[in-house]
């Protein structure tokens, strides 16, 4: 079993859907999650960076942590043909290292 | 404020040669990741420098390798291309390797086709 797992879709939406983003893990030691953005041959950029468990809100994204579950959740309101690009999970323990384990990414494409 | 850098932005080699890319981090940053984006396949972590030390690295072979100039620029060799090194190589930059609060930024990568 992977460390974190990511359904990789796609995920076909119609604009002004309700989109949401999961991503499980198995690590009981990760602490920071992070969402990040990735358009088609491009970095990625971060999104939503949350600490421990709990909901994070900017302007139409929300981040959600379940830590009791091992679940981790984004949500796109309002969804934009802009936002199509794949959506990559990332999380880290509160080691010394620091070093983030990603998920496969799901690819979400938002049709007008 | 420029973001990171990296060059070249699309690559093409043969198996057995090497390849040198290149990344040079937000201004003020001081660590500098190296990530292997196979297609298909997440973000595999290679390599982390902070102050020109290399940190830790990924479960890769000894033929990726590297190294961080005192600018905080940043390196990474591969010797010996495999067919399967062929990727999406991605550089980030953060403030401070160690903080488990600093987040990654990431360039826009380089594309390295091995044939």
């Known amino acids: 079993q992977k460390e974190v797992e990511q359904d990789p879709g796609p995920l076909s939406v119609p604009e002004g859907a309700i989109v949401s983003l999961n991503c499980t893990y198995s690590?009981?030691?990760?602490?920071?999650f992070m969402w990040y953005r990735q358009y088609s041959r491009k970095g990625p950029e971060l999104l939503m960076y949350?600490?421990?468990?709990g909901n994070k809100e900017d302007g139409r994204f929300t981040a959600q942590v379940d830590k009791s579950s091992k679940y981790i959740s984004l949500f796109i309101r309002d969804s934009q043909p802009s936002d199509s690009a794949t959506y990559l999970c990332?999380?880290?323990?509160?080691?010394?290292?620091?070093?983030?384990?990603f998920g496969r990414g799901t690819s979400l494409i938002v049709h007008p | 404020e420029a973001g990171v850098t990296q060059s070249p932005t699309h690559l093409i080699k043969t198996r057995g040669q090497q390849v040198t890319l290149r990344c040079s981090p937000i201004?003020?940053?001081?660590?500098v990741y190296w990530y292997q984006q196979a297609l298909g396949l997440g973000l595999q972590f290679l390599l982390w420098?902070?102050?020109?030390?290399?940190?830790n690295r990924g479960n890769f072979p000894p033929r990726f390798s590297g190294r961080q100039f005192p600018n905080y620029s940043s390196e990474l060799n591969v010797n010996a291309l495999e067919l399967e090194d062929s990727a999406l190589y991605l550089c980030?930059?953060?403030?401070?390797?160690?903080?488990?609060?600093?987040?990654?930024?990431f360039g826009p990568g380089t594309r390295l086709l091995v044939l």
């Open positions: 980030a930059s953060s403030l401070a390797g160690q903080l488990a609060q600093e987040t990654q930024y």
């Open positions: 949350t600490y421990s468990s």
């Open positions: 201004s003020g940053h001081t660590s």
């Open positions: 990332a999380m880290s323990d509160s080691g010394g290292s620091y070093i983030p384990t």
């Open positions: 420098y902070d102050e020109g030390e290399e940190r």
């Open positions: 690590n009981s030691a990760f602490q920071y």
